[in-house]
């Protein structure tokens, strides 16, 4: 910090933050009689609250976005030297950073060809849900119009989003949804009983799990189901990583019935994997739509972008003399420029650092610390994740697999963040099975800071399980 906090008085800024905001995902009751954490400056990877307190972050920004850590001035002056110059213009005409970031971007992503700007993961999402409803109709006589999602996965919280939302909980009191969307069994090996599986492991469990996509569609009928939409690794869900097999299976699965394949990279895109850029590119996959959000611009500029193969985009210029031909969509903010501005400085700093190499390291030694932690603890179940992005499953037995108290969860969480670190939890997700403590440090985490995280776990599971 730069010391400027014992310096000023922040109770007016409390107090209006009481009176006057609407948090997210907060139940506010207990601030009648307390104050809401404010985040008040970042630096690297730590931030400091209202009260002077230092946290590592390790979970990004709350909600794994922070990919570049914080205090990045050279993402400011991009984006400030861009405001100044240009701030907006609608994104039915073009403007400099946006494309030059679209032209960066599509490098990173072979087979991929065009980029459609928006401002939220949930946008990015419905616009994919969008064109694949509009193929129907030109292409299927309107009848390819289901869209398949997965259980536990997550793709944001507008009414259409939800509508693909595999939790449950996050679903309850705001239907009815969409219709049309339908749901396919997820693919965690840990919990492969539930599907009915338990008896096959490795391959042979992914590639069932896979068939089981299948069933679905034979079910629902293929001429009817118009796309799949899943999340390379799942999130919010339960950080849940695909079993060996299953992505082959899943393409070759689309490619016979003729469905377009979305995947959804809002959390794993832009390195939170490691080694690649994306998670799907770790599985060989050959999608139709990626869409990407968070990690963009790590949290300095709001951006989101559904990205598409010229194969799709060729479809809605087909016949200029209709005026219904092409797509008719638009994101107001879609033609902000700070977006792209700070995503392509996101981009460089990346690649100029090495970090997803660093990513891919570090995720191995938080892998290992976790692990480790797993031999000692008899409370962690599982251990699963990709690169910097893990999670650790929490039961009260190993054998019956049996979830911890939700309340244990929150306070495993409480406890690190006493001791000066903030995790994640799944939480208000999948009814009874909200029991996995999560991570998503910076792409820029050192050793130190991946034994402080895992240190500070290990004496928070000892303190609340003994």
């Known amino acids: 910090m730069d010391g400027t906090l014992k310096e000023n008085d922040l109770s007016h800024v409390v107090s209006a933050d009481k009176a006057h905001v609407w948090h997210h995902l907060v139940q506010h009751k207990p601030f009648e009689t307390s104050d809401p954490r404010i985040i008040i400056e970042g630096k690297g990877m730590r931030v400091w609250d209202q009260n002077g307190k230092e946290y590592i972050d390790a979970v990004s920004g709350a909600v794994w976005t922070v990919n570049v850590g914080y205090g990045r001035e050279r993402i400011a002056n991009a984006v400030h030297a861009n405001l100044m110059k240009m701030c907006y213009f609608a994104n039915a005409a073009g403007n400099v950073p946006g494309a030059l970031y679209a032209e960066k971007l599509i490098e990173k992503m072979p087979g991929m060809s065009r980029v459609y700007y928006c401002n939220s993961g949930s946008e990015a999402n419905e616009k994919a849900f969008k064109l694949i409803r509009q193929i129907a109709h030109k292409k299927y006589g309107g009848k390819k119009t289901k869209i398949l999602y997965r259980d536990r996965d997550y793709h944001g919280s507008t009414l259409a989003a939800m509508s693909a939302g595999g939790q ?259 939480n208000r997700s999948v009814p009874g099975r909200n029991n996995v403590i999560a991570f998503s440090p910076a792409l820029i985490a050192t050793a130190a800071d991946i034994d402080a995280i895992t240190d500070a776990v290990d004496k928070a599971l000892t303190k609340v399980f003994g």
């Not at 693919?187 to 679905?216: P, T, W």
């Not at 210029?317 to 219904?324: G, I, T």
């Not at 390291?361 to 797993?374: I, P």
Request: hydrophobic fraction near 40%; proline fraction near 4%.
């Open 168 to 426: 449950d909980e996050r679903n309850m009191q705001y239907g009815p949804f969409a219709p049309d969307f339908v749901r396919v069994p997820h693919c965690m090996e840990y919990r492969k009983d539930e599907l009915g599986l338990g008896h096959l492991s490795g391959r042979e469990f992914g590639i069932a799990a896979a068939n089981q996509i299948e069933e679905v569609i034979l079910r629902e009928g293929p001429e009817t189901v118009g796309a799949l939409c899943l999340e390379p690794v799942t999130a919010g869900g339960g950080v849940i990583t695909p079993p060996e097999g299953y992505w082959e299976r899943v393409q070759e699965i689309c490619k016979e019935y003729d469905i377009l394949l979305h995947i959804d990279e809002v959390v794993c895109g832009i390195g939170r994997t490691g080694t690649h850029w994306f998670g799907y590119q770790h599985y060989g996959i050959k999608p139709d739509f990626v869409t990407m959000a968070k990690g963009v611009a790590s949290g300095y500029a709001a951006i989101s972008c559904m990205v598409t193969t010229e194969e799709v985009f060729e479809m809605f210029k087909s016949d200029p003399s209709d005026k219904l031909d092409h797509f008719r969509d638009i994101s107001t903010f879609g033609g902000c420029t700070a977006g792209p501005a700070a995503a392509l400085e996101n981009m460089a700093i990346i690649e100029e650092e090495g970090l997803l190499e660093n990513c891919t390291a570090m995720g191995d030694r938080m892998m290992a610390n976790l692990q480790a932690l797993m031999e000692k603890h008899e409370v962690i179940g599982d251990v699963r994740g990709k690169g910097l992005f893990l999670g650790c499953e929490l039961v009260k037995d190993r054998d019956t697999k049996e979830p911890v108290d939700e309340a244990d969860i929150a306070a495993v969480v409480g406890d690190c963040g006493a001791q000066g670190v903030i995790i994640g939890a799944a």
